[in-house]
């Protein structure tokens, strides 16, 4: 693990504006700047008040936090269940009538759901989980599109304590079968498929083809979204559709109460192995961490319209489309589509048609309208908008000062929210009407939680310097484990500095303070904001037959962030040609998924290694990025980059 000095740091720090909270929008701010005081003075103390305050308890806690380093146990002695405090409780609250979600199909169709029409679907769902064999402790697949139907089906197993692993849908067939058997699902819940840029996609092959492999799965639950659009099996026994099974079921379902540290959900995600990790999260501290940031951090109002527009497949998603915003009883929008169909204002089409007062999005997809152009987004009225939020990958202060201007019409406040899918809830972020921001800057640590930089030997650097980011302390929606696999819990995020949590991530802190984080350090890439790592690319390239090794970096890019460059040497008799690359994305994309397809394929003689046989990714990367050359004294054979700087053979999809 090397820390650079990369050259895109000094211009992403070069902007030198700052932005003050409007004193209007802080007169009427959730957060008020004394919660930094108030969690430090007792940071135990400030979680078990909000956990008391904020969640609905079958059985109080009797202690806030066992810490046995790096295992933590959160309100251990409470019992609660999460779909009561997501659903029921907001019901018996008079918030019956109150949208939960505003849903927009692709093709252009909408449902409107209610909180009682959740905590009637979700009570139906549950009681054909039942009904299919599934009960406290079982864990449940699901690969869905973005319909309604997904945030019910998780609900459902939190309601009975089934804990969920959602697997994004545009993963493949293959990718689905590891998860599958390393979670050990007894059943599946799917949908013959969804629309895409106007066109029905097929999910269902996907399970028949994983379920091959898979011998836990008894059953297999089908949501009609394609209806005759799809062509799709339904094997006797096994298979069931959703509309059957579920719609004649009793409408009553007591949720059952769970334990704190019951596993709510498993969700993988690619570290530097090539085997994703099951990250688990438990209940009652991963609802207080989600629902508590998710009101703070927005600024959220009962009477919002609240649009995250990430996929629920990612932990984007599981914490701020589906636990935080319900467990604050808001009204939310879910958009199955993607932001250039039919045409490259369908987002603001939407905030404009449905008011939306928060939205929270990736810098990707900012960039990606910035490419486009204002005059998108100047076509619509978009004053509804109060807070702008951004996830999943640093954003360039030019991106941010676009969105702040022509999306947020220079008014509204900007959040730009660092976290993991390890780490449950936003942990780096400004508050809105709080926290002066700077552009590209995360800020600073949120109430609670101990960031650090530090530099090799796990020193806290000074102010000005850069170094890998730490957390020096437990947060309630902190990841338990890796599902299957202490050893490798401790290992990855506890055994590089003794005592922290580290994150993977390089960061710098300015003279005032601020945290800017600069990506990766590790070999996990981040293409428009979804995390892959290289050794997963790197072992699907190796996989084909054609292929004798391949070395993969992420290449920076404009739009995406980082796109994936791959180096690849063939076998001998094999002769690298724009068909060769052709089919090795498409083997790539049938391995892990269209996402990891690598944008750039170069065919290689040889790769640069040091003396003990490691790649050297980082000069992979100059090359990549057609920098001169970084630092090439340990290389076994000095010459390999100058071959592969020569080399023609670069394809680009
Ligand atoms: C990695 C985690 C957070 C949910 C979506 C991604 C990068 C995330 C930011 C940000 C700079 C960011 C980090 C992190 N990242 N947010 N605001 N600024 N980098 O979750 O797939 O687990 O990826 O995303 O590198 O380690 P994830």
């Known amino acids: 693990m090397e820390l650079e000095q990369r050259p895109e740091i000094e211009a992403l720090m070069a902007e030198r504006r700052t932005f003050p909270p409007d004193p209007a929008f802080a007169a009427q701010a959730n957060a008020q700047a004394g919660l930094y005081e108030e969690a430090e003075r007792d940071f135990e103390g400030f979680w078990a008040r909000l956990a008391r305050e904020r969640l609905a308890w079958d059985q109080d806690f009797h202690t806030t936090l066992e810490w046995n380093l790096p295992f933590a146990k959160w309100f251990v002695g409470g019992k609660l269940n999460i779909a009561y405090n997501c659903i029921d409780r907001h019901v018996?609250?008079?918030?019956?009538?109150?949208?939960?979600?505003?849903?927009?199909?692709?093709p252009g169709d909408t449902r409107t759901i209610t909180y009682r029409d959740l905590q009637r679907e979700v009570s139906k769902a549950a009681n054909a989980l039942k009904e299919l064999g599934i009960g406290t402790g079982d864990r449940v697949a699901i690969y869905m599109p973005m319909i309604p139907e997904l945030?019910?089906?998780?609900?459902?197993?939190?309601?009975?304590?089934?804990?969920?692993?959602?697997?994004?849908?545009?993963?493949?067939?293959?990718?689905?079968?590891?998860?599958?058997?390393?979670?050990?699902?007894?059943?599946?819940?799917t949908a013959d498929g969804g629309w895409r840029r106007g066109k029905p996609a097929e999910?269902?092959?996907?399970?028949?083809?994983?379920?091959?492999e898979t011998p836990t799965v008894d059953n297999v639950l089908v949501v009609r979204r394609l209806g005759e659009h799809a062509n799709i099996e339904m094997v006797p026994k096994r298979d069931h559709w959703w509309h059957e099974i579920v719609d004649r079921q009793s409408e009553d379902c007591p949720p059952v109460p769970v334990d704190s540290e019951h596993?709510?959900?498993?969700?993988?995600?690619?570290g530097t192995t090539a085997k994703p990790k099951g990250i688990l999260h438990t209940t009652a501290g991963y609802l207080l961490g989600a629902g508590y940031t998710?009101?703070?951090?927005?600024?959220?109002?009962?009477?919002?319209?609240?649009?995250?527009?990430?996929?629920?497949?990612?932990?984007?998603?599981?914490?701020?489309?589906?636990?935080?915003?319900?467990?604050?009883?808001?009204?939310?929008i879910m958009y199955e589509g993607t932001p250039d169909s039919p045409t490259w204002d369908r987002w603001w089409q939407i905030i404009e048609d449905y008011k939306v007062n928060i939205l929270y999005c990736a810098p990707t997809a900012i960039r990606a309208f910035m490419k486009q152009g204002e005059q998108y987004p100047a076509a619509h009225d978009l004053t509804s908008l109060r807070v702008l939020g951004s996830v999943g990958e640093p954003i360039n202060p030019e991106a941010w000062l676009w969105y702040h201007e022509h999306i947020g019409n220079s008014r509204t406040p900007i959040v730009d929210t660092w976290w993991q899918t390890e780490t449950g809830m936003i942990l780096i972020t400004p508050l809105p009407g709080v926290t002066t921001t700077k552009p590209g800057s995360a800020t600073f640590a949120f109430p609670g939680i101990a960031a650090d930089v530090v530099d090799a030997n796990g020193e806290a650097v000074p102010l000005g310097g850069g170094g890998y980011l730490v957390l020096k302390r437990p947060w309630p929606a902190m990841l338990r484990g890796i599902w299957g696999d202490p050893d490798r819990y401790r290992a990855t995020y506890w055994g590089r500095f003794p005592g922290m949590y580290f994150a993977g991530d390089g960061a710098k802190r300015d003279a005032d303070g601020y945290l800017w984080l600069l990506g990766r350090v590790d070999d996990v890439m981040n293409v428009?904001?979804?995390?892959?790592?290289?050794?997963?690319?790197?072992?699907?390239?190796?996989?084909?037959?054609?292929v004798a090794e391949a070395a993969v970096v992420g290449k920076n890019d404009p739009i995406t962030g980082q796109s994936i460059f791959a180096f690849v040497i063939l076998r001998g008799g094999q002769v690298g040609s724009e068909d060769l690359a052709r089919v090795l994305r498409d083997h790539v994309a049938r391995v892990i998924g269209p996402i990891a397809k690598p944008k750039y394929l170069m065919f290689v003689p040889d790769l640069p290694k040091t003396r003990s046989g490691k790649i050297m990714r980082r000069l992979l990367r100059d090359v990549a990025e057609g920098r001169p050359l970084g630092d090439v004294t340990t290389l076994a054979d000095a010459g390999v980059v100058d071959v592969i700087r020569s080399n023609t053979g670069k394809t680009e999809e």
């Open 92 to 106: 018996e609250n008079g918030l019956g009538d109150k949208v939960a979600y505003h849903w927009i199909g692709e």
């Open 151 to 189: 945030p019910i089906a998780m609900l459902a197993c939190a309601r009975l304590g089934a804990t969920h692993t959602v697997v994004f849908g545009g993963f493949s067939s293959e990718a689905l079968a590891g998860r599958i058997t390393d979670a050990g699902a007894k059943l599946v819940i």
């Open 203 to 212: 999910l269902k092959p996907a399970v028949d083809h994983a379920l091959r």
């Open 263 to 270: 596993p709510l959900y498993l969700l993988y995600t690619s």
């Open 294 to 332: 998710h009101e703070m951090v927005f600024d959220l109002k009962p009477d919002d319209v609240y649009w995250c527009a990430a996929d629920i497949g990612w932990v984007t998603g599981h914490s701020y489309i589906v636990y935080g915003p319900l467990a604050n009883a808001a009204t939310g």
């Open 528 to 546: 428009s904001g979804h995390r892959l790592s290289t050794i997963e690319v790197e072992s699907a390239l190796v996989d084909n037959r054609a």
